[in-house]
């Protein structure tokens, strides 16, 4: 199926990071939604072992095997995969050396503990690996078995050491097949057909912590994606400006909303004091807006769900990524 004409066009594994608590995981599945709308197939790749997706679905926990969670709009088809890197470092056994069997047994003492002591990037070249080879898996008729993939990958702080796996592994192999290993997931999450996404909120720390984020990608050379300020909260430009008591207590009495004067003053006081945190909250938002307008990337707004993350909110900000043009 040809690619639609959007950002990202030619994209094929959409990696989403973002501090804890900007809704990461719910960008992510959003996101998935939208790729797959119009009749594509996606795959949603949980890789912390939280069990987010199965959450924000409304699932039981996801095994670990590929399996279909949601249709799209117009169609599509969503799956899911949380990996598992005990099962992940079996499915490498397999791969590369023919040891399934004999890698169930040495699970039992500990392998990949073992494994990822020795060499701590282990692990993330195990989960990496893996949804590398979803994005490069074709049919037995050569086509593309997922049009695209997306990764609820690990927070800010350490994506970018999350995805440079050449260089957590190269103290631990320069040859065989670990090291060819690494250097296909490099391969594909340093190409063009890869984009690492942000999510943040409008404050200060996630703000911060998503610039720190994109300088850290663009100095180790990896593809940087677009960013998605999630619950945005609609503003009202007539509510930055500072409040008239008395004029408010006129209107109040006028409205009917207050009986006698003392109790039009505490209302008027009240509403003052909303007034003045709103104001407050937007100058806040519209620096952080600057500061990200200042990135050089490209910017989505997701609307602050009135009902909660729940799967019909999903479906709505499928349609708000999609009428973005970021799927």
Known sequence: MRSRDTDWDGVRLHVVTGKGGTGKTTVAAA???????????????????????????????????????AVAPGGGDVFALAIDPEEAMLDYLELFYGLKRMGKALTKIG????????????????????????????????????????????PTGRIARFLNVTHEVAGLARVGPVKAHADMVRGVLASPETAVHFVTLLEEMPVQETLDGLAELRAAKLPVGGIFVNMLRPTDPALRAPVDLSELILGLKAAGLADGTADASAFAEQLAQEVAEHASR???ELREQEALAGSGTKRYELPLLADGADLAGLYELAESIRSQGAA
């Open 282 to 284: 937007t100058e806040l």
């Open 111 to 154: 392998v990949v503990d073992f494994a990822t002591t020795i060499a701590p990037g282990m692990r993330d070249v195990l989960v990496t690996g893996k949804t590398s080879e979803a994005v490069r898996r074709r049919d037995r008729a050569g086509k593309r078995v997922y049009d695209a993939v997306v990764m609820d990958a690990p």
């Open 31 to 69: 996101l998935a939604l939208a790729l797959a709308a119009g009749g594509r197939k996606v795959l949603l790749v949980e890789v912390e072992g939280r069990q987010g997706i199965a959450q924000v679905f409304d699932l039981p926990p996801l095994p670990y095997e590929e399996r279909k969670i």
